[in-house]
């Protein structure tokens, strides 16, 4: 009777563990389709390439982004053509033009605008928060001001020239300056033949002209006879980007491309992760173009590149980051 009692344990027992099996598998195979269907329900995301027509600058910036963005990321460069067509997936333009082709091809597109300035981007992003932003190319006034102070120790006043279109660009440089131990005051250019003779009471005024990003003073056409003038008195012009430092001017800060390219990859992050763009801003770190060949010709002794942007780091870290960054 023991023995059967015995055969009769192990045979439920046997059959107990036999009825796992089936258990087991089961929950093997709802754990796999689980992860198969998160798979299909989350495909690589996708990024648009508007280019700014200049092939080089363009397949540079493509390079840096697919460096830069998650391998899950995919970026295709697309023509104007097909701007229309796009119904997912953000689209990065560079440039003002190549933005405002996206932007009226396609009214519903995410846009991050590259390789543009804060006054260009900030309307488009005020009325649509969330869905247009911009890494800014443009350097806060206040920071160019401190270059040129970091170079002139000894400066205190800056000329400034504006036309009645722009001179409320300089608005909040004005009410910044005195934290610094500086003051500007603006000459209004009434129009183009007026440039030059303008310029000359703006030379005789400050320590050093500040240039901003004013096309209307600051283009190809006028920078030549603006940078001659101010030379044959012995002055200098700090702005109002790096391209115009070769052209003849001291020195200019400016967003190297890398930095630029990283806050696009956090912004891109967080569109991906909430829908939304964050506002148009700054990218943190900035570095300064000089020309040595000018300083030499005016007899200015003239820091090192990298002297210069600590120097300007720490005054805005001492007197703290203000309005204009």
Known sequence: ??????????ERSGSGTRSL???ILCVLL???????????????????????????LDQHLVQLLKGELEPAISLIEVSDDQLATLDAGPIITVGPAAFSR???????????????????????AGRSPGQITGVLYDVPLIRQALTGKAILPQ???????????SVELYE???DE??????????????????????????LGYGDFLLAAPDSAIYNPRTIKHILLTAYRRNQIVIGPTQAYVKAGSLASSYAPFPEMVEMAGNFLATFFETGKFPAPSYPEDFRVEVNAQVARSLNIPLPSREDIATRVDRQLTVNGEVSDE
Do not use: C, W
């Open 1 to 10: 009777m023991e023995r059967r009692s015995g055969t009769i344990h192990r």
């Open 21 to 23: 099996f089936p258990r």
């Open 30 to 56: 709802l754990a796999l389709s689980s992860a198969f269907a998160h798979a299909q329900g989350s495909p690589a995301s996708t990024v648009y390439f508007a280019g700014s027509g200049n092939a080089p």
């Open 102 to 124: 996206a932007r009226q091809a396609n009214r519903s597109a995410h846009i991050l605008a590259m390789l543009v300035d804060k006054s260009f981007i900030s309307g488009f």
């Open 155 to 165: 400066a205190t006043k800056i000329a400034l020239l504006a036309t009645a279109d």
């Open 172 to 174: 909040p440089l004005i």
């Open 177 to 202: 300056l005195p934290t610094y131990g500086m003051s500007a005051r603006i000459f209004l250019v009434d129009n183009n033949d007026k440039l030059i003779p303008t310029l000359v009471r703006a």
